[in-house]
């Protein structure tokens, strides 16, 4: 009996010391946020992202409006670089781009203009056929991420956007 007693009291004291010694991290949960909040106006709805939607009817059009706040005290100088793809590691690299030439962007907003057709070519994938023009409806597979650039020369990520195929 008295080696349990031992026992346990010499595994409490150990734990007590490993518990002490152990240095806690300062581990946030927060997203990574910009300083400058980008926003998309012409979203139709947020699932994981801001979302905006096209649809075959329309001519496969995708139009993404990008803004940031006046009482930034900024404006948009371009959208740098433009990516389709599933990592926003896409857009922070120089090959691979969805698109290569600026975007140049006018006081605190800027729009991106693609379609669907644009899209296949540039971020492979199965386009959408004409048998399924009609009763399709999905997203794409591939976000786009974007890098945007202030007037100061500051470089913004922000989140991606997803785009909504409907019939």
Known sequence: ????????????????????????????????LPEI????????GTWIAPTVSTSFGAGGAI???L??????GRTIKEI???????????????TG????????????????NTTLTEYFAKAGGTAFTAATAGTATSFLAKSFYFMITLDNGQVIIPTQVRVYVDK
Do not use: H, W
């Open 97 to 112: 781009l969805y698109n290569t030439a600026p975007i140049p962007g006018g006081g605190t907003s800027v729009t991106f």
């Open 63 to 65: 139009k993404i409006d």
């Open 67 to 72: 803004e940031i706040p006046a009482s930034s």
């Open 80 to 94: 740098t670089r433009v990516a389709a793809n599933t990592s926003v590691a896409s857009v922070q690299g120089t």
């Open 1 to 32: 009996m008295k080696l349990n007693i031992k026992s346990v009291l010499f595994f409490g004291i150990m734990i007590a010391m490993m518990g002490s010694s152990c240095k806690k991290d300062n581990i946030s949960l927060e997203n990574n």
């Open 37 to 44: 909040p980008v926003t998309v106006p012409n979203k139709a």
